[in-house]
């Protein structure tokens, strides 16, 4: 099964690394693809797997659009910055 979710803060394709790296671990995932422009996660697996996938990507800094506002809304994007700063670097 095939599912997308759009998130908020993919700016570059060092916020998709992150993103790719830190989701592939995710037992069930059998893949995923970003688009970048469209702040989209598509992943390859079950439907079961969204609430993993989901805290996985609040953690890094790119919450499902919506989920968050405020000063938590603010929290997410420096938290996609730092993930996408350090995939820049390695």
């Known amino acids: ?33 970003i688009n970048v422009e469209a702040n989209e996660v598509t992943i390859d697996g079950g439907d079961s797997l969204r609430t993993a996938v989901l805290e996985r990507l609040e953690e890094l800094g790119y919450p499902e659009r919506g989920a968050v506002a405020g000063f938590d ?12 700063a350090i995939e820049k670097v390695s």
């Open 1 to 33: 099964m095939t599912w997308t979710v759009q998130v908020e803060n993919i700016k570059c394709g060092g916020c998709a690394r992150s993103i790719e790296k830190s989701i592939s671990t995710i037992p069930g995932v059998e893949g995923l693809s």
């Open 73 to 84: 809304a603010a929290a997410a994007k420096a938290k996609s910055f730092v993930s996408c």
